[in-house]
DNA sequence: CAGAAAACCTAGCGGTGCTAGAATCGTGGG
DNA sequence: CCCACGATTCTAGCACCGCTAGGTTTTCTG
Protein backbone atom coordinates (compact mmCIF):
# COMPACT_ATOMS: atom_id res chain seq x y z
CA UNK A 1 0.00 0.00 0.00
CA UNK A 2 1.57 3.39 -1.16
CA UNK A 3 -0.89 5.33 0.30
CA UNK A 4 -0.74 3.91 3.65
CA UNK A 5 2.95 4.42 3.59
CA UNK A 6 2.60 7.88 2.98
CA UNK A 7 0.06 8.35 5.44
CA UNK A 8 2.69 6.66 7.95
CA UNK A 9 5.69 9.05 7.20
CA UNK A 10 3.32 11.70 7.34
CA UNK A 11 2.42 11.56 10.22
CA UNK A 12 6.08 10.72 11.62
CA UNK A 13 7.06 13.89 9.66
CA UNK A 14 4.05 16.12 11.75
CA UNK A 15 5.40 14.40 15.19
CA UNK A 16 8.80 15.51 14.30
CA UNK A 17 7.48 19.34 13.52
CA UNK A 18 5.20 18.90 17.05
CA UNK A 19 9.12 18.02 18.72
CA UNK A 20 10.69 20.92 17.18
CA UNK A 21 7.95 23.43 17.62
CA UNK A 22 7.88 22.40 21.33
CA UNK A 23 11.84 22.93 21.68
CA UNK A 24 11.65 26.10 19.66
CA UNK A 25 9.07 27.36 22.12
CA UNK A 26 11.06 26.23 25.04
CA UNK A 27 14.42 27.74 24.08
CA UNK A 28 12.61 30.54 23.15
CA UNK A 29 10.78 31.90 26.20
CA UNK A 30 11.18 28.73 28.55
CA UNK A 31 8.80 25.73 29.30
CA UNK A 32 6.23 27.57 31.16
CA UNK A 33 5.66 29.10 27.91
CA UNK A 34 4.69 25.93 26.23
CA UNK A 35 1.10 25.17 26.65
CA UNK A 36 -0.92 22.58 24.54
CA UNK A 37 -2.64 25.48 23.51
CA UNK A 38 0.47 27.31 21.73
CA UNK A 39 1.77 24.30 20.40
CA UNK A 40 -1.30 23.55 18.18
CA UNK A 41 -1.59 26.72 16.75
CA UNK A 42 1.73 26.96 15.96
CA UNK A 43 1.79 23.35 14.11
CA UNK A 44 -0.93 24.68 12.89
CA UNK A 45 -3.58 21.79 13.96
CA UNK A 46 -6.13 21.54 16.69
CA UNK A 47 -5.10 20.59 20.27
CA UNK A 48 -6.79 17.18 20.23
CA UNK A 49 -4.06 16.26 17.49
CA UNK A 50 -1.11 16.52 20.00
CA UNK A 51 -2.72 13.67 21.92
CA UNK A 52 -3.03 11.49 19.30
CA UNK A 53 0.80 11.67 18.67
CA UNK A 54 1.84 12.07 22.39
CA UNK A 55 0.32 11.08 25.77
CA UNK A 56 0.17 14.28 27.17
CA UNK A 57 2.60 17.28 27.68
CA UNK A 58 5.47 15.48 29.84
CA UNK A 59 5.68 13.43 26.93
CA UNK A 60 6.08 15.67 24.46
CA UNK A 61 9.00 16.91 26.60
CA UNK A 62 10.30 13.60 26.69
CA UNK A 63 10.23 13.15 22.85
CA UNK A 64 12.35 16.59 23.09
CA UNK A 65 14.59 15.13 26.20
CA UNK A 66 15.65 12.52 23.80
CA UNK A 67 16.41 15.10 21.15
CA UNK A 68 18.39 16.79 23.23
CA UNK A 69 20.57 13.49 24.73
CA UNK A 70 21.21 12.73 21.10
CA UNK A 71 22.76 16.40 20.65
CA UNK A 72 24.56 16.48 23.58
CA UNK A 73 26.20 13.04 23.07
CA UNK A 74 27.26 14.45 19.32
CA UNK A 75 28.75 17.31 21.40
CA UNK A 76 30.49 16.24 23.75
CA UNK A 77 32.22 13.33 21.64
CA UNK A 78 33.16 15.99 19.36
CA UNK A 79 34.87 17.62 21.94
CA UNK A 80 36.73 14.44 23.21
CA UNK A 81 37.74 13.43 19.90
CA UNK A 82 39.22 17.29 19.22
CA UNK A 83 40.74 17.30 22.83
CA UNK A 84 42.53 13.66 21.84
CA UNK A 85 40.38 12.29 25.10
CA UNK A 86 41.02 15.15 27.35
CA UNK A 87 38.72 14.92 30.51
CA UNK A 88 38.62 18.96 30.67
CA UNK A 89 37.91 18.92 26.84
CA UNK A 90 34.79 17.14 27.46
CA UNK A 91 33.69 18.66 31.24
CA UNK A 92 33.67 21.79 29.27
CA UNK A 93 31.64 20.99 26.74
CA UNK A 94 29.60 19.18 29.11
CA UNK A 95 28.82 22.49 30.82
CA UNK A 96 28.66 25.03 27.60
CA UNK A 97 25.86 22.72 26.47
CA UNK A 98 23.75 23.43 29.54
CA UNK A 99 24.79 26.71 28.99
CA UNK A 100 23.80 27.42 25.81
CA UNK A 101 20.50 25.17 25.36
CA UNK A 102 19.09 25.73 28.93
CA UNK A 103 15.97 24.50 27.95
CA UNK A 104 16.66 21.28 26.54
CA UNK A 105 18.85 20.68 29.32
CA UNK A 106 15.99 21.29 31.26
CA UNK A 107 13.86 18.80 29.72
CA UNK A 108 16.39 16.48 30.27
CA UNK A 109 17.28 16.82 33.30
CA UNK A 110 14.41 18.35 35.37
CA UNK A 111 11.32 18.40 33.76
CA UNK A 112 10.92 14.75 32.13
CA UNK A 113 10.69 12.97 35.11
CA UNK A 114 8.72 10.12 33.72
CA UNK A 115 12.06 9.28 31.37
CA UNK A 116 13.53 6.06 32.34
CA UNK A 117 17.53 6.34 33.55
CA UNK A 118 19.12 4.06 34.80
CA UNK A 119 17.62 0.86 33.16
CA UNK A 120 18.79 -0.84 29.90
CA UNK A 121 15.32 1.08 28.65
CA UNK A 122 16.47 4.27 29.00
CA UNK A 123 17.22 5.81 25.26
CA UNK A 124 20.70 5.09 23.52
CA UNK A 125 21.35 8.39 23.47
CA UNK A 126 21.49 8.75 27.07
CA UNK A 127 23.58 5.58 26.86
CA UNK A 128 26.03 7.61 24.84
CA UNK A 129 26.18 10.50 26.42
CA UNK A 130 27.13 8.43 29.98
CA UNK A 131 29.83 6.20 27.79
CA UNK A 132 31.71 9.53 26.51
CA UNK A 133 32.36 9.75 30.42
CA UNK A 134 33.19 6.74 30.71
CA UNK A 135 35.93 6.92 28.13
CA UNK A 136 37.43 9.72 29.41
CA UNK A 137 37.37 9.48 33.30
CA UNK A 138 39.00 5.40 32.49
CA UNK A 139 42.47 7.06 32.55
CA UNK A 140 42.26 8.76 35.95
CA UNK A 141 40.26 5.70 37.77
CA UNK A 142 43.48 4.66 39.19
CA UNK A 143 41.58 1.02 40.73
CA UNK A 144 38.61 2.76 41.17
CA UNK A 145 35.30 1.83 39.82
CA UNK A 146 35.34 3.81 36.81
CA UNK A 147 31.72 3.26 36.26
CA UNK A 148 31.57 4.91 39.34
CA UNK A 149 33.63 7.59 38.89
CA UNK A 150 31.77 8.44 35.63
CA UNK A 151 28.55 8.87 37.86
CA UNK A 152 30.07 11.20 40.35
CA UNK A 153 31.69 13.28 37.61
CA UNK A 154 28.33 13.78 36.06
CA UNK A 155 26.79 14.49 38.88
CA UNK A 156 29.93 16.89 40.00
CA UNK A 157 28.86 18.09 36.58
CA UNK A 158 24.62 18.49 36.92
CA UNK A 159 25.39 20.37 39.95
CA UNK A 160 27.79 23.17 38.48
CA UNK A 161 25.27 23.49 35.42
CA UNK A 162 22.33 23.79 37.60
CA UNK A 163 23.20 26.17 40.29
CA UNK A 164 25.52 28.17 37.60
CA UNK A 165 22.11 28.28 36.06
CA UNK A 166 19.86 29.55 38.66
CA UNK A 167 22.42 32.26 39.39
CA UNK A 168 23.48 30.16 42.87
CA UNK A 169 27.26 30.12 41.77
CA UNK A 170 28.83 33.70 41.13
CA UNK A 171 29.24 33.05 36.78
CA UNK A 172 33.29 34.83 37.09
CA UNK A 173 34.60 32.05 39.29
CA UNK A 174 33.34 29.19 36.62
CA UNK A 175 36.47 28.35 34.86
CA UNK A 176 38.37 28.46 37.83
CA UNK A 177 35.74 25.82 39.96
CA UNK A 178 35.95 23.40 36.43
CA UNK A 179 39.81 23.76 37.04
CA UNK A 180 39.47 22.66 40.39
CA UNK A 181 37.31 19.71 39.90
CA UNK A 182 39.66 18.73 37.16
CA UNK A 183 42.49 18.63 39.42
CA UNK A 184 40.95 17.52 42.52
CA UNK A 185 38.98 14.47 40.81
CA UNK A 186 42.48 13.35 38.94
CA UNK A 187 43.91 11.01 40.75
CA UNK B 1 -1.56 50.70 71.23
CA UNK B 2 -2.21 47.26 72.09
CA UNK B 3 -4.60 46.43 70.14
CA UNK B 4 -2.39 46.92 66.93
CA UNK B 5 0.51 45.22 68.48
CA UNK B 6 -1.95 42.00 68.73
CA UNK B 7 -3.05 42.61 65.40
CA UNK B 8 0.28 42.41 64.08
CA UNK B 9 0.97 39.39 66.32
CA UNK B 10 -1.70 37.35 64.79
CA UNK B 11 -0.74 39.17 61.30
CA UNK B 12 2.31 36.92 61.89
CA UNK B 13 0.84 34.36 63.28
CA UNK B 14 -1.01 33.65 60.40
CA UNK B 15 1.61 34.23 57.83
CA UNK B 16 3.66 30.99 59.61
CA UNK B 17 0.51 29.37 59.36
CA UNK B 18 0.32 29.74 56.02
CA UNK B 19 4.38 28.88 55.56
CA UNK B 20 3.72 25.80 57.55
CA UNK B 21 0.54 24.52 55.70
CA UNK B 22 1.94 24.83 52.37
CA UNK B 23 5.03 22.78 53.76
CA UNK B 24 3.09 20.14 55.16
CA UNK B 25 1.21 19.47 51.93
CA UNK B 26 4.29 19.78 49.93
CA UNK B 27 5.75 17.06 51.53
CA UNK B 28 2.73 15.12 51.97
CA UNK B 29 1.86 14.71 48.31
CA UNK B 30 4.46 17.19 46.56
CA UNK B 31 4.37 20.80 45.40
CA UNK B 32 2.09 19.99 42.40
CA UNK B 33 -0.70 19.28 44.82
CA UNK B 34 -0.16 22.64 46.50
CA UNK B 35 -2.81 25.07 45.19
CA UNK B 36 -3.63 28.05 46.31
CA UNK B 37 -7.01 26.88 46.88
CA UNK B 38 -5.92 24.01 49.15
CA UNK B 39 -4.01 26.19 50.85
CA UNK B 40 -6.60 28.30 52.04
CA UNK B 41 -8.95 25.86 52.50
CA UNK B 42 -5.95 24.40 54.81
CA UNK B 43 -5.72 27.50 56.63
CA UNK B 44 -9.62 28.38 57.07
CA UNK B 45 -9.19 31.42 55.21
CA UNK B 46 -10.13 32.32 51.59
CA UNK B 47 -7.90 32.61 48.72
CA UNK B 48 -7.22 36.04 48.75
CA UNK B 49 -6.08 36.36 52.19
CA UNK B 50 -2.84 34.49 50.61
CA UNK B 51 -2.18 37.56 48.39
CA UNK B 52 -2.56 39.94 51.70
CA UNK B 53 0.77 38.04 52.80
CA UNK B 54 2.37 37.49 49.51
CA UNK B 55 2.75 38.19 46.23
CA UNK B 56 1.91 34.76 44.87
CA UNK B 57 2.63 31.46 44.69
CA UNK B 58 6.06 31.13 44.07
CA UNK B 59 6.65 34.00 47.25
CA UNK B 60 5.28 30.98 49.63
CA UNK B 61 7.79 28.84 48.31
CA UNK B 62 10.44 30.86 49.21
CA UNK B 63 9.14 31.33 52.13
CA UNK B 64 9.22 27.55 52.57
CA UNK B 65 12.83 27.67 51.68
CA UNK B 66 14.29 29.74 53.73
CA UNK B 67 13.07 27.90 56.75
CA UNK B 68 14.43 24.79 54.62
CA UNK B 69 17.30 26.50 55.12
CA UNK B 70 17.68 26.94 58.12
CA UNK B 71 16.90 23.55 59.61
CA UNK B 72 19.39 22.68 57.01
CA UNK B 73 21.83 24.36 58.81
CA UNK B 74 20.89 23.14 62.58
CA UNK B 75 21.54 19.57 61.09
CA UNK B 76 24.55 20.05 59.20
CA UNK B 77 25.75 21.85 62.38
CA UNK B 78 24.65 18.84 64.37
CA UNK B 79 26.43 16.27 61.98
CA UNK B 80 29.52 18.30 62.17
CA UNK B 81 29.88 18.73 65.71
CA UNK B 82 28.81 15.12 66.11
CA UNK B 83 31.40 14.12 63.31
CA UNK B 84 34.12 16.04 64.90
CA UNK B 85 34.63 18.51 61.97
CA UNK B 86 34.56 15.60 59.47
CA UNK B 87 33.81 16.11 56.10
CA UNK B 88 32.20 12.37 55.71
CA UNK B 89 29.74 13.59 58.24
CA UNK B 90 28.72 16.94 57.10
CA UNK B 91 28.26 15.25 53.19
CA UNK B 92 26.28 12.40 54.36
CA UNK B 93 23.76 14.76 56.33
CA UNK B 94 23.38 17.17 53.87
CA UNK B 95 22.67 14.11 51.42
CA UNK B 96 20.72 12.73 54.29
CA UNK B 97 18.86 16.28 54.40
CA UNK B 98 17.80 16.28 50.60
CA UNK B 99 16.25 12.42 50.75
CA UNK B 100 14.61 12.87 53.84
CA UNK B 101 13.26 16.33 53.19
CA UNK B 102 12.30 16.23 49.86
CA UNK B 103 9.77 18.63 49.11
CA UNK B 104 12.07 21.33 50.82
CA UNK B 105 14.62 20.46 49.43
CA UNK B 106 13.02 21.59 46.57
CA UNK B 107 11.55 24.23 47.62
CA UNK B 108 15.01 25.25 48.29
CA UNK B 109 17.19 24.21 45.30
CA UNK B 110 14.85 23.72 42.15
CA UNK B 111 11.06 25.72 42.40
CA UNK B 112 11.96 29.01 44.39
CA UNK B 113 13.90 30.54 41.29
CA UNK B 114 13.33 34.19 42.44
CA UNK B 115 15.26 34.01 46.10
CA UNK B 116 18.32 35.47 45.96
CA UNK B 117 21.91 33.48 46.26
CA UNK B 118 24.87 34.22 45.97
CA UNK B 119 24.40 37.88 47.46
CA UNK B 120 24.85 39.85 50.57
CA UNK B 121 20.79 39.80 50.18
CA UNK B 122 20.55 36.17 50.22
CA UNK B 123 18.71 34.70 53.18
CA UNK B 124 20.93 34.17 56.38
CA UNK B 125 20.15 30.64 56.78
CA UNK B 126 21.60 29.91 53.49
CA UNK B 127 25.04 31.70 54.39
CA UNK B 128 25.09 29.29 57.53
CA UNK B 129 24.99 26.53 55.10
CA UNK B 130 27.30 27.21 53.06
CA UNK B 131 29.85 28.16 56.00
CA UNK B 132 29.32 24.84 57.05
CA UNK B 133 30.47 23.55 53.70
CA UNK B 134 33.53 25.81 54.52
CA UNK B 135 34.26 25.12 58.03
CA UNK B 136 34.45 21.52 57.04
CA UNK B 137 36.30 21.97 53.53
CA UNK B 138 39.06 23.91 55.45
CA UNK B 139 41.44 21.23 56.33
CA UNK B 140 42.05 19.68 52.91
CA UNK B 141 42.16 23.27 50.96
CA UNK B 142 45.18 22.69 50.39
CA UNK B 143 46.31 25.83 49.48
CA UNK B 144 43.50 26.06 46.96
CA UNK B 145 40.60 28.54 47.45
CA UNK B 146 38.52 27.51 50.47
CA UNK B 147 35.72 29.51 49.01
CA UNK B 148 35.79 27.73 45.49
CA UNK B 149 36.59 24.16 47.08
CA UNK B 150 33.39 24.60 49.35
CA UNK B 151 31.07 25.84 45.82
CA UNK B 152 32.97 22.84 44.42
CA UNK B 153 31.65 20.46 47.00
CA UNK B 154 28.19 21.93 47.44
CA UNK B 155 27.95 21.43 43.46
CA UNK B 156 28.87 17.62 43.61
CA UNK B 157 26.48 16.96 46.79
CA UNK B 158 23.65 18.90 44.78
CA UNK B 159 24.28 16.66 42.05
CA UNK B 160 24.27 14.09 43.58
CA UNK B 161 21.37 14.88 45.56
CA UNK B 162 18.95 15.23 42.76
CA UNK B 163 20.20 12.78 40.44
CA UNK B 164 19.40 10.43 43.08
CA UNK B 165 16.37 11.42 44.00
CA UNK B 166 14.81 11.68 40.16
CA UNK B 167 16.03 7.72 39.94
CA UNK B 168 18.72 9.04 37.51
CA UNK B 169 21.33 7.05 39.68
CA UNK B 170 21.02 3.71 41.01
CA UNK B 171 20.59 3.78 45.01
CA UNK B 172 22.12 0.97 45.58
CA UNK B 173 25.63 2.57 45.29
CA UNK B 174 24.84 5.75 46.83
CA UNK B 175 27.30 5.20 49.78
CA UNK B 176 30.21 3.95 47.22
CA UNK B 177 29.41 6.97 45.45
CA UNK B 178 30.04 9.15 48.58
CA UNK B 179 33.02 7.46 49.81
CA UNK B 180 34.44 7.92 45.91
CA UNK B 181 33.47 11.55 46.19
CA UNK B 182 35.46 11.87 49.56
CA UNK B 183 38.76 10.00 48.94
CA UNK B 184 38.66 12.28 45.82
CA UNK B 185 38.01 15.63 46.92
CA UNK B 186 40.58 15.77 49.78
CA UNK B 187 43.14 14.02 47.37
C1' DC C 1 -20.33 6.48 -6.74
C1' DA C 2 -21.91 4.88 -2.03
C1' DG C 3 -20.44 3.64 2.31
C1' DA C 4 -16.98 2.78 5.68
C1' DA C 5 -13.11 4.40 8.07
C1' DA C 6 -9.78 7.47 9.25
C1' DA C 7 -8.62 12.20 10.42
C1' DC C 8 -9.70 16.26 12.49
C1' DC C 9 -12.04 20.09 14.92
C1' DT C 10 -15.46 22.37 18.01
C1' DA C 11 -16.84 22.78 22.40
C1' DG C 12 -16.42 21.89 26.96
C1' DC C 13 -14.82 19.80 31.66
C1' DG C 14 -12.60 20.64 35.91
C1' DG C 15 -8.79 22.71 37.35
C1' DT C 16 -5.05 26.66 37.95
C1' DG C 17 -3.07 31.49 39.81
C1' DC C 18 -4.76 35.69 40.73
C1' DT C 19 -7.95 39.94 41.56
C1' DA C 20 -11.95 43.48 41.49
C1' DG C 21 -15.52 44.83 44.13
C1' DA C 22 -18.95 43.83 47.59
C1' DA C 23 -19.82 42.64 52.36
C1' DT C 24 -18.46 42.37 57.02
C1' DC C 25 -16.06 43.44 61.03
C1' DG C 26 -13.72 45.97 64.87
C1' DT C 27 -12.82 50.50 66.41
C1' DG C 28 -12.69 55.43 67.82
C1' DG C 29 -15.35 59.81 68.12
C1' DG C 30 -19.57 62.31 69.04
C1' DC D 1 -24.60 54.15 73.19
C1' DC D 2 -24.53 54.41 68.52
C1' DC D 3 -22.82 55.54 64.23
C1' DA D 4 -19.52 56.14 60.57
C1' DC D 5 -15.18 54.97 59.00
C1' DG D 6 -11.33 52.02 57.80
C1' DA D 7 -9.35 47.70 57.78
C1' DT D 8 -10.28 43.03 56.85
C1' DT D 9 -12.23 39.29 54.54
C1' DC D 10 -15.09 36.92 51.19
C1' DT D 11 -17.75 36.05 46.85
C1' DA D 12 -17.48 35.79 42.22
C1' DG D 13 -15.09 35.89 38.26
C1' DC D 14 -11.11 36.48 34.77
C1' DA D 15 -8.02 34.27 31.57
C1' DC D 16 -5.64 30.50 31.27
C1' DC D 17 -4.20 25.45 31.85
C1' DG D 18 -4.13 20.08 30.39
C1' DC D 19 -7.10 17.07 28.47
C1' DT D 20 -11.26 14.68 26.05
C1' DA D 21 -16.06 13.46 24.25
C1' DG D 22 -18.68 13.75 20.19
C1' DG D 23 -19.73 15.34 15.82
C1' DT D 24 -18.02 16.88 11.21
C1' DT D 25 -15.20 16.55 7.40
C1' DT D 26 -12.12 14.23 4.45
C1' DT D 27 -10.16 10.19 2.40
C1' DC D 28 -9.91 5.66 0.81
C1' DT D 29 -12.21 1.31 -0.71
C1' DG D 30 -15.25 -1.94 -2.91
Redesign the pocket.
Known amino acids: ?1 T ?2 A ?2 LR ?2 AE ?1 EQLIITAARELAEAEGWE ?8 ERV ?9 HF ?4 A ?1 MAAVAVEGFTEMAAHIRAARERSGDRLAGVCAAYLDFAERRPALYDAMFNRASTLPFATPEAPGALHDCFDELLAVVRPIAAGDDEGLLAELLWSALHGLATLTRGGRLPRELHERRLALLLSRLSR
Open positions: MTQRRERRAVTTRRLAEYSQPVLYSAGKEI
